[in-house]
């Protein structure tokens, strides 16, 4: 009988090892599902900002590009000022968070949960500057065709 018990305690001390160690493996896993949602989350904000802040250095560019040869260098200031101000951003941006995105894969959960801070503080800023260089672009457009208009 004393065998017996014996054996029946090694079991049930097996048993509780081998469910601690089911235990841990399972919150491994969850943990690592975790930071690769942190990590699809954040690439998707990134890649947001990127693409506004990309959109506004194009959008400047096309302006400038299209009354380039058209105008006096004097009316070119103004918009060459502004695809200036949008590079400058744009160049910025990148500079400052393409290394961080490139080395995702060792970045540890509380450091991509600081950077996706960031970029979502950073948002409102991109979203305000792309409306207003937008805006800038497309006054002076008008303001130029009026101008050909009335010259022609």
């Known amino acids: 009988m004393n065998k017996v018990s014996v054996i029946i305690s090694f079991i049930a001390v097996a048993i509780s090892i081998l469910s601690l160690l089911n235990t841990y493996l399972a919150r491994r896993k969850a943990n690592e599902n975790t930071i690769r949602a942190l990590k699809m989350e954040l690439l998707k904000d990134y890649y947001e900002i990127e693409n506004r802040i990309a959109n506004i250095e194009l959008t400047a560019l096309i302006s400038k590009n299209r009354w380039k040869g058209v105008l006096k260098p004097i009316y070119m200031k103004e918009i060459d000022e502004t695809w200036g101000e949008?590079?400058?951003f744009a160049d910025s941006f990148k500079k400052s968070n393409t290394p961080i995105i490139a080395s995702i894969d060792t970045l540890s959960e509380r450091e991509l949960v600081a950077f996706h801070q960031k970029l979502l503080a950073?948002?409102?800023?991109?979203?305000?500057?792309?409306?207003?260089?937008?805006?800038?672009?497309?006054k002076f457009?008008?303001?130029?065709?009026?101008?050909?208009?009335?010259?022609?």
């Open 86 to 88: 949008a590079k400058q």
């Open 122 to 138: 950073v948002r409102p800023g991109v979203m305000i500057q792309h409306d207003l260089i937008s805006e800038n672009i497309k």
């Open 141 to 152: 457009d008008n303001k130029m065709e009026s101008l050909l208009d009335k010259n022609l």
